[in-house]
């Protein structure tokens, strides 16, 4: 195996990185080339600053001594204790991470097992709203490949969680004082009982709980647009797909051709040799399988396009929905407004995707509308979702069946 495939091999693995923190805070130690003081963020003499923020702490850079180390159970080092640095970041200077549709992860999103517990990776972030213990990761883990491939990087918003799907965003809230902060959740964890998430070094700061070591919290998945995916807000906002769809062109009627016959003429009902004569008129004659004779010096009739009446998609009701068949189902995209999703089912049957459906669901009180394609086999799912790519939809994902 070449060089290069020898790394790419090593990133797959499972990071686990949060499943060898201790009860408490990860212990202070002396800096070293892990601790990074801010750089100057400030732009050179004549050059305009960007718009969107910029952390003044560096990006972490993969650490290669760092790689494997797994012992039975998939722990990373667990005789190795986990420690932070004695400088306190300035978290009020890092920014937040922008919440936004990426494609899952190559790695990290298969169900796994860690010290013989199962885990299972959650088919989509939708719902999701927990309230349980958090902890933190600090330099063990610093610059070592997380379970989606991303390095950690502890002064970063970020953190490890055994089921969202990788990456998700989520807004994590400590209960005890208010404090929240958003993350991009790119790793698995934490492994220990009564916690639900690990957060990084400067997200545990951001909370407040840096000495401590561990807090009560509120996880929630975030949509696209920012907005908790379980909320129970009235109206629902609308996500991103809602968005998209929205802007797209609206359909609009086909054209009176004028090509309908008007049997009430005049004040009076018009009869079988009116509608003769209207028809020769326009070369028009009932199907007998024969061409209708022209003129030579006749001019071309204009075509008649006829409107197509496409009848309503139905809607599958998740808990009534029979078994599904074998095979592979993607899901396209999810909405909080019916008609949207009813306009993009049609988008998908109109490029010719007859296997596009609309799936309802309630999560947490609040209505959603699944549009899936399936059950496909494995061979024809490549093709497929290039093809919704191509549409404008992104990369779909894969059900279980």
């Not at 997200?203 to 920012?226: C, H, P």
């Amino acid at each position: 195996m070449s060089t290069p495939m020898r790394l790419l091999a090593a990133m797959l693995p499972l990071a686990l990185a949060a499943c060898a923190t201790t009860g408490g805070a990860p212990r202070a130690a002396a800096p070293d080339a892990s601790t990074r003081k801010p750089v100057d963020a400030t732009p050179a003499e004549g050059i305009a600053p960007t718009p969107r923020r910029v952390s003044p702490y560096a990006p972490a850079q993969e650490d290669l001594s760092k790689r494997g180390d797994y012992v039975a159970g998939g722990l990373f080092r667990p005789g190795v204790a986990d420690t932070v640095p004695d400088e306190i970041p300035d978290v009020d200077l890092i920014p937040e991470p922008e919440v936004r549709d990426e494609p899952r992860a190559r790695s990290g999103n298969r169900d796994y097992a860690v010290l013989g517990q199962k885990y299972r990776v959650l088919d989509d972030h939708e719902g999701y709203n927990e309230e349980g213990g958090a902890s933190y990761y600090g330099k063990k883990f610093h610059g070592r490949r997380t379970s989606s491939g991303e390095v950690y990087d502890m002064y970063a918003f970020s953190a490890a969680h055994k089921s969202l799907p990788l990456p998700s965003f989520a807004r994590v809230t400590n209960l005890d004082n208010g404090k929240s902060v958003v993350v991009r959740v790119n790793d698995r964890g934490p492994f220990h009982k009564g916690r639900i998430i690990d957060l990084s070094y400067a997200a545990a700061v951001k909370l407040g709980y840096r000495e401590r070591g561990t807090a009560r919290v509120r996880v929630e998945a975030l949509s696209a647009d920012g907005v908790a995916v379980a909320s129970a807000a009235p109206v629902a906002a609308a996500t991103a797909m809602d968005k998209l769809v929205q802007a797209l062109p609206e359909q609009k009627p086909v054209a009176d051709t004028g090509n309908r016959f008007d049997m009430h003429q005049d004040g009076r009902t018009m009869g079988a040799d009116e509608f003769d004569a209207w028809m020769r008129a326009r070369q028009i004659r009932v199907a007998t399988g024969k061409p209708t004779p022209v003129a030579a010096n006749a001019a071309p009739a204009p075509a008649v396009v006829a409107p197509v009446a496409v009848a309503a998609a139905p809607v599958t009701t998740a808990a009534a929905s029979s078994p599904a068949a074998a095979g592979i189902t993607l899901q396209v995209a999810s909405f909080s407004n019916q008609r949207n999703a009813e306009q993009a089912l049609s988008l998908l049957r109109g490029a010719a995707i007859a296997q596009a459906q609309l799936q309802d669901a309630d999560i947490n009180g609040r209505k959603v509308w699944r549009l899936r394609i399936g059950p496909v086999s494995e061979a024809a799912t490549p093709e497929l979702a290039a093809r919704i790519v191509g549409l404008g939809f992104g990369q779909p994902q894969r059900i279980r069946n």
